[in-house]
């Protein structure tokens, strides 16, 4: 499974971003699609999931109600939308697929086993 996450950019406190992430190869295994973000000399943030078959999704307290994660079926895409930007958004996001199957979605890096490289996000005050 090949991922490469998109939309990056920068922009001003209370923008909005809307980030993509797509996916080819053997996209028929994918249980789930996270996305991440890091910050330099931090660890890795789980930011939300969502089920690949669509429904199920999760979301990190810290960005539940300003970021909607969805599922474009006919596109292998999985959006994050970003809403009401802050400052402290400001990180490199990775999305990430997670193939082992299961009732839940996993909030733990160590859960997905292909990464896609980081698009940059800097939220400007």
């Known amino acids: 499974v090949q991922l490469q996450a998109s939309g990056g950019g920068l922009v001003q406190v209370g923008d909005s971003l809307r980030l993509s992430c797509a996916a080819s190869?053997?996209?028929?295994?994918?249980?789930?699609v996270g996305w991440f973000r890091q910050v330099s000399g931090k660890e890795r943030e789980f930011l939300a999931a969502?089920?690949?078959?669509?429904?199920?999704?999760a979301y990190a307290d810290s960005v539940g109600g300003r970021f909607t994660i969805a599922r474009d079926n006919t596109k292998n895409l999985v959006s994050l939308q970003m809403d009401s930007l802050k400052p402290e958004d400001t990180a490199v996001y990775s999305c990430?697929?997670?193939?082992?199957?299961?009732?839940?979605?996993?909030?733990?890096?160590?859960?997905?086993?292909?990464w896609g490289k980081g698009t940059q996000v800097t939220v400007s005050s």
């Open positions: 990430a697929s997670r193939q082992a199957p299961g009732p839940t979605l996993s909030r733990a890096s160590y859960g997905y086993s292909y």
């Open positions: 190869g053997r996209t028929f295994g994918i249980h789930s």
């Open positions: 969502i089920r690949w078959s669509g429904g199920d999704t």
